[in-house]
């Protein structure tokens, strides 16, 4: 037991003493977060609104008042005819142009939108926003009510992605390369006829990064909630004990790569291809995978931060309990039970 604990501490001062490696460990979570939290954002902020009216009666000023005074809509113009919005949309001067029908006033309703469809998505966001300020303003004939995320904000979306891309990418890429660094050097066989069994010397090198990527867990969820406000909803208990169950299989997941891998570059490069591509594309952290081609959403289904990031957004936003997200868990264990079982093996023959 002395020697397996002082081969932990000897893979912890390595990784320690590494400079580079702990800026990528720390320093890589901070970025991202900070990115996707502040910078990368999907929230509707201070669109170009041009309002078309041929008449500027009371109902359709306070619209034009609320739309003004809302954070989403900035108004830049205002034109008696819609050809004259479109012209200035087209002229990239304006995003979102609200015409106002000469019976606004009477039925309480005709409206049409100009939008810059350029960004599908985001223009379908303008108009339901600006329907949803105006309706609001008419009495409520629109009841909207939003759950879990009232104020829309994207880090509610963001975090748990990010969670699942960070822990797997962290875990996985930082053992292979460790492991493939000692082949390297030439010093697996060192290693290997040492006291300790080659087994336990693989788990010895694979502690400090669990302890690491534990580490990072924390700090990611200190800073979704004390910077970003992201809620922390569920049970706390069960977000770190799933988060543990996805970090054992992605540090499984790192093994099965070194088996394959014998430089630290074809390593890094496998860690890429299978690993980044797959989590940004197939997980539902960008795109919802129910929007996917049937092809894809078949691949995605053997993609791990796909249920890992379903269980996070159930659990921190949606606070709901260990039932709800139990086909993630299971589906995670048994993910992690398959490669761990496949990675010691193949490592046995190897050596």
Not at 217 to 242: C, E, Q, T
Not at 324 to 344: I, K, Q, R, Y
Request: overall charge positive.
């Amino acid at each position: 037991m002395k020697q397996f604990i002082s081969f932990v501490i000897k893979e912890a001062r390595h990784i320690l003493r590494d400079k580079r490696t702990m800026l990528i460990l720390f320093g890589m979570p901070t970025v991202l977060m900070l990115l996707f939290g502040f910078a990368i954002s999907t929230d509707v902020r201070n669109v170009r609104t041009v309002v078309v009216t041929s008449q500027m009666d009371p109902l359709t000023q306070a619209a034009i008042e609320r739309l003004s005074a809302s954070e989403y809509f900035n108004i830049t113009a205002t034109t008696a005819t819609p050809q004259e919005a479109e012209l200035i949309i087209r002229h990239q001067k304006a995003d979102l142009a609200i015409v106002f029908a000469k019976d606004f006033v009477s039925k309480h309703s005709g409206m049409q939108f100009i939008v810059d469809g350029a960004d599908p998505n985001m223009a379908q966001q303008w108009t339901n926003y600006a329907t949803g300020v105006i309706t609001g303003m008419q009495g409520g004939l629109v009841n909207q009510k939003m759950l879990y995320n009232p104020q829309m904000l994207s880090a509610y979306n963001f975090v748990p992605a990010i969670m699942g891309m960070l822990l797997i990418l962290v875990c996985a890429m930082m053992t292979s390369i460790s492991i493939v660094r000692e082949k390297e050097r030439g010093t697996m066989e060192v290693l290997l006829v040492s006291p300790v069994r080659p087994l336990m010397v693989i788990v010895a090198k694979a502690i400090p990064y669990l302890v690491l990527a534990f580490v990072i867990l924390i700090v990611i969820l200190l800073m979704a909630h004390y910077v970003l406000s992201v809620p922390l909803a569920g049970s706390l208990v069960w977000i770190l004990l799933i988060s543990v169950i996805y970090i054992l299989l992605a540090l499984s997941l790192g093994l099965l790569i070194s088996n394959v891998a014998q430089t630290q570059l074809v390593a890094l490069l496998l860690s890429a291809m299978v690993l980044l591509m797959p989590v940004v594309m197939l997980s539902g952290m960008l795109f919802p995978v129910e929007s996917m081609p049937k092809i894809l959403q078949w691949i995605s289904a053997i993609v791990p931060p796909r249920y890992y990031i379903s269980a996070m957004r159930k659990l921190m936003i949606m606070g709901v309990g260990i039932r709800e997200v139990m086909h993630e868990v299971v589906v995670l264990v048994s993910m992690t039970a398959f490669l761990l079982t496949v990675a010691l093996a193949k490592f046995k023959e190897r050596l």
